[in-house]
C-alpha cells in the first residue's frame, strides 16, 4: 500500500526566509512518481513538479527547489527566498504505475502542510 | 488554452438526495479522475475514467458512480447523500499514454458540495 507523511502541519516564516516542506513516501513498487502540488485558498490544485523513481537528480525551477532521495524515501521542497504569494497549502503525492500502460495512476496525498508567509 | 473546467462551483444539498458534478478534462487530455477532499485533509481518490471506462477505483462505496463521455468529459453521481459526504469534490485530466507528461494530472476548481 502506498503512503504519504507530511509532518509538518503548519509552517509560519518571514518574507526572504527559506523553508523546506518535508516529505516521506512509502511504496512497495519500483517504478513511482512523485509530485509536489500547491493549493491557494481559492481551491484549485497547481501541479509543480513530478519526479519519475529512476531519476534522482535534483531540481532547481527558479526559487523552487526539490531534493529526491530514495535512501530515506523522501521527497523535500525547498523555497528560497519566500514571498506572501507563496503562502498556501503544499501537498506532496504519490504514484505507482499502471500495469504497462504509461499513463497516470492515482494519487496518494499527504495531509499537506500549510505554509505562512508573512511580511 | 482552456484548464480543467467543473460545474456547478458550489452545491447544497439535504441528506438522501442525489448530485451529479461535471467535468470537461484539459484539451488534449482523455483520462479524468474524481478526488474528495474533506476539509483539513488531503484529496482522497475516487475513480478513473479513461476510453469511457472505470479503470481504477478507490475504497469508496457504490453511492459514487461516474461516467465518461466520447467527448472525454466527465461525470461524479453520488446516491443516497450523507453528512460526511460534504467535500470539495475535484477533477483531475491528464493526456493519455503519449507523451512526456502522460503520468501529470492537472485538476480543476473544484465543486464544493454541502449536504444538510
Known amino acids: 500500500a502506498q503512503k504519504v507523511t507530511q509532518a509538518q502541519t503548519e509552517i509560519s516564516v518571514v518574507e526572504k526566509e527559506d523553508v523546506t516542506l518535508d516529505c516521506v513516501y512509502e511504496t512497495r513498487d519500483t517504478t513511482y512518481y512523485l509530485f509536489w502540488y500547491k493549493q491557494p485558498p481559492s481551491g484549485e490544485l497547481v501541479f509543480l513538479i513530478r519526479?519519475?523513481?529512476?531519476?534522482?537528480q535534483n531540481e532547481i525551477s527558479g526559487r523552487y527547489s526539490w531534493n529526491f532521495q530514495k535512501s530515506t524515501s523522501s521527497f523535500n521542497f525547498t523555497i528560497t527566498a519566500s514571498q506572501v504569494v507563496d503562502s498556501a497549502v503544499y501537498f506532496c503525492a504519490l504514484s505507482e504505475a499502471l500495469g504497462s500502460a504509461s499513463t497516470a495512476s492515482k494519487l496518494t496525498f499527504g495531509t499537506g502542510t500549510r505554509l505562512q508567509v508573512t511580511l | 488554452d482552456a484548464g480543467v473546467t467543473q460545474s456547478p462551483t458550489h452545491l447544497i444539498k439535504t441528506r438522501g438526495q442525489q448530485v451529479t458534478l461535471r467535468c470537461s478534462p484539459k484539451?488534449?487530455?482523455?483520462?479524468v479522475s474524481w478526488y474528495q477532499q474533506a476539509l483539513g485533509q488531503g484529496p482522497q481518490f475516487i475513480f478513473q475514467?479513461?476510453?469511457?471506462?472505470?479503470?481504477q477505483r478507490g475504497n469508496f462505496p457504490d453511492r459514487f458512480s461516474g461516467h465518461q463521455f466520447p467527448n472525454y468529459s466527465s461525470e461524479l453521481n453520488v446516491n443516497a447523500l450523507l453528512l460526511g459526504d460534504s467535500a470539495l469534490y475535484l477533477c483531475a485530466s491528464s493526456p493519455g499514454t503519449s507523451g512526456t507528461h502522460s503520468y501529470e494530472q492537472y485538476f480543476g476548481p473544484g465543486t464544493r458540495l454541502t449536504v444538510t
Open positions: 519526479r519519475n523513481s529512476f531519476d534522482e
Open positions: 475514467y479513461y476510453e469511457e471506462e472505470e479503470r
Open positions: 484539451s488534449g487530455h482523455d483520462t
